[in-house]
Nanobody, 124 residues
Framework: QEQLVESGGGLVQPGGSLRLSCAAS????????VAWYRQIPGKERQLVAA???????TYTNSVKGRFTISGDNVKSTVYLRMNSLKPEDTAVYYC??????????????????WGQGTQVTVSS
């Protein structure tokens, strides 16, 4: 059974950086199947960063140029490097496995139940 555990969140000032980690266990062979999502207070959970089926990173528009997703199959870990953080990035960040991926899109629906996530707060 697959299991994902998020870590690395915290309080950071605007313009700062954080790196989130998602440790995978179970039957996940390709770590690029794991994506990052976030839930901003008062809003629906959204896809933030993922790999398409061809391994191309894809991002929601609001984080393009600031966030970078990467994966390490040896460590079974997916990372989300977040630079130039803004107060509107404040959210609980989760990792999960999208229901489907194509060469150009990744689903908002997910394969697993949601974990506890990791809180990111951007504030001065």
């Amino acid at each position: 059974q697959e299991q994902l555990v998020e870590s690395g969140g915290g309080l950071v000032q605007p313009g700062g950086s954080l790196r989130l980690s998602c440790a995978a266990s179970g039957s996940i062979r390709n770590i690029q199947t794991v994506a990052w999502y976030r839930q901003i207070p008062g809003k629906e959970r959204q896809l933030v960063a993922a790999f398409t089926s061809t391994g191309t990173p894809t991002y929601t528009n609001s984080v393009k140029g600031r966030f970078t997703i990467s994966g390490d199959n040896v460590k079974s870990t997916v990372y989300l490097r977040m630079n130039s953080l803004k107060p509107e990035d404040t959210a609980v960040y989760y990792c999960n496995i999208p229901t489907f991926r194509t060469s150009v899109t990744v689903s908002d629906t997910v394969h697993l139940g949601w974990g506890q996530g990791t809180q990111v707060t951007v504030s001065s």
